[in-house]
């Protein structure tokens, strides 16, 4: 499928898959959607709140440009946080597209060399980005995810659920709900009725929170029991 590189309305770039006009990220602003969905309503909410995770233990589902990631190792450093980075990855994205994203330039040129690192280390090896942050990004499908009470934070980055829906199945978020710790939380930025509904089959409590830029709402979703 054709590959487009786009900038989005806030001057960020992403991956457009012109087939399905789909995106990696928001048209309405990449690193926008990425500070609001998965670092205030994922890192720093469950930070503020579950400060006993030392270190935080995240899983990304769609480690794709590694946009997320390079937030979090950012914002992490900035809270004073240690943090442990899964990013799982079917279809890892092209050197030659990384090298055209802008995210160090537009988020922080000190850090910039850290999101090549993030691209140019193993796969399969957990690797140090920096003191505070390792980093392992896994190249496999989503339903081959076989962690059991690993994580306390899910980034729930897939494709949306009009091109990919069986990445939204109930199937995938039970293996979710069995991968988070009690009171971990998921956070996506999807708020279609039937995610939701997905979510609260497999014992998530859901919530709908304020959407970013473009979108209304989004979900988070809390694992408060075992069972």
Same mark, same amino acid.
């Not at 988070?180 to 497999?202: D, E």
């Given at each position: 499928?054709?590959?487009?590189?786009?900038?989005?309305?806030?001057?960020?770039?992403?991956?457009?898959?012109?087939?399905?006009?789909?995106?990696?990220?928001?048209?309405?602003?990449?690193? !926008?959607?990425?500070?609001?969905?998965?670092?205030?309503?994922?890192?720093?909410?469950?930070? @503020? !709140?579950?400060?006993?995770?030392?270190?935080?233990?995240?899983?990304?589902?769609?480690?794709?440009?590694? /946009? !997320?990631?390079? /937030?979090?190792?950012?914002?992490?450093?900035?809270?004073?946080?240690?943090?442990?980075?899964?990013?799982?990855?079917?279809?890892?994205?092209?050197?030659?597209?990384?090298? @055209?994203?802008?995210?160090?330039?537009?988020?922080?040129?000190?850090?910039?060399?850290?999101?090549?690192?993030?691209?140019?280390?193993?796969?399969?090896?957990?690797?140090?980005?920096?003191?505070?942050?390792?980093?392992?990004?896994? @190249?496999?499908?989503?339903?081959?995810?076989?962690?059991?009470?690993?994580?306390?934070?899910?980034?729930?980055?897939?494709?949306?659920?009009?091109?990919?829906?069986?990445?939204?199945?109930?199937?995938?978020?039970?293996?979710?709900?069995?991968?988070?710790?009690?009171?971990?939380?998921?956070?996506?930025?999807?708020?279609?009725?039937?995610?939701?509904?997905?979510?609260?089959?497999?014992?998530?409590?859901?919530?709908?929170?304020?959407?970013?830029?473009?979108?209304?709402?989004?979900?988070?979703?809390?694992?408060?029991?075992?069972?």
């Amino acid at each position: 499928m054709k590959r487009n590189i786009i900038t989005t309305a806030d001057g960020s770039k992403t991956i457009q898959i012109e087939d399905w006009n789909e995106q990696y990220h928001s048209i309405h602003g990449a690193i !926008n959607e990425a500070n609001h969905v998965f670092l205030k309503h994922g890192l720093l909410f469950y930070s @503020q !709140n579950k400060l006993e995770a030392k270190p935080i233990s995240i899983l990304e589902i769609g480690f794709g440009t590694g /946009l !997320n990631s390079f /937030l979090t190792l950012i914002e992490g450093e900035k809270q004073s946080l240690n943090i442990d980075y899964v990013g799982v990855e079917a279809y890892p994205v092209l050197a030659k597209e990384i090298e @055209q994203l802008n995210y160090g330039e537009l988020i922080s040129k000190d850090h910039a060399s850290m999101f090549f690192e993030m691209h140019n280390i193993e796969w399969e090896k957990p690797t140090y980005i920096s003191p505070d942050f390792k980093l392992e990004k896994q @190249q496999k499908f989503f339903k081959d995810i076989s962690d059991i009470s690993k994580y306390n934070i899910v980034y729930f980055d897939a494709f949306g659920a009009r091109v990919q829906p069986d990445l939204w199945s109930e199937e995938i978020f039970e293996i979710m709900y069995k991968a988070l710790k009690l009171n971990g939380v998921l956070v996506t930025y999807s708020a279609k009725g039937s995610v939701r509904r997905a979510m609260q089959a497999v014992g998530f409590e859901v919530e709908r929170l304020p959407g970013p830029p473009g979108k209304r709402e989004m979900l988070r979703a809390t694992k408060h029991s075992t069972i």
